[in-house]
């Protein structure tokens, strides 16, 4: 059983600071990496995709992939109140095989 | 561009009665289709997909079943609905192979 796990928070930061989001999978297999937003009562929105090993930086948002130790991190700059949101990490193996979801992480950013 | 239909965005159906989602997609050819299931407070759980007509994949054994008739659309069906068959439903598409999905606007499903 492929498995992609997240801590289900409620994370809370302060308006300006680093929220760091974490997340493992379990398919050594995995190649291709995501992480989506989704606003309560809507469908997730991509944010970021990630593929080879290292960090993938889009405005304030920045991911890291580690495969040797099954791992993707999103760290979001200068979090806004705006940035509260569940956000959801993905995940997927080869050509033909669907996209796995982790439960998702809860971001609560204070103003 | 591509885009994503999903209808209805809301529907109440009693215990027992059948079901049927439709989802399309626009300006893109021979998608990867998905089916999702989101329980209140719970993680999107896969149901179906399919990477072309007449080919689906079932990840969850349920009441529901799902169907590809054309190639850019995507059928969601139960014969008898069940209490637990509430939540919001999402259909996706992808390109193919290991690119990103992406979602149509959900259908809050609540059978009483």
């Known amino acids: 059983q492929k498995e992609v796990e997240q801590n289900s928070g409620p994370l809370s930061v302060p308006e300006g600071a680093i929220a760091s989001l974490n997340c493992t999978y379990s398919d050594r297999g995995s190649q291709s990496f995501f992480w989506y937003r989704q606003y309560s009562g809507k469908s997730p929105e991509l944010i970021m995709s990630?593929?080879?090993?290292g960090d993938k930086e889009d405005g304030r948002f920045t991911a890291q992939l580690n495969k040797a130790s099954q791992y993707v991190s999103l760290l979001i700059r200068d979090s806004q109140p705006s940035d509260s949101a569940t956000y959801l990490c993905?995940?997927?193996?080869?050509?033909?095989?669907?996209?796995?979801f982790g439960k998702g992480t809860t971001l609560s950013v204070s103003s | 561009s591509q885009t994503i239909h999903q209808w209805p965005a809301t529907l109440v159906q009693p215990v027992g009665s059948p079901l049927s989602l439709e989802c399309t997609v626009e300006?893109?050819?021979?998608?990867?289709l998905y089916w999702y299931r989101q329980a209140a407070g719970r993680g999107l759980q896969l149901l179906f997909y399919?990477?072309?007509?007449?080919?689906i994949s079932s990840e969850v054994p349920q009441n529901l079943s799902a169907s590809r008739p054309q190639d850019r659309q995507f059928i969601l069906s139960s014969k008898k609905l069940l209490l637990s068959d509430s939540g919001f439903y999402l259909c996706?598409?992808?390109?193919?192979?290991?690119?990103?999905?992406?979602f149509g606007q959900g259908t809050r499903l609540t059978v009483v």
């Open positions: 996706a598409w992808s390109v193919s192979g290991d690119t990103e999905a992406f």
């Open positions: 993905a995940v997927k193996g080869w050509a033909g095989t669907a996209l796995i």
């Open positions: 990630i593929y080879s090993n």
């Open positions: 300006g893109t050819s021979n998608p990867n």
């Open positions: 399919s990477v072309g007509i007449g080919q």
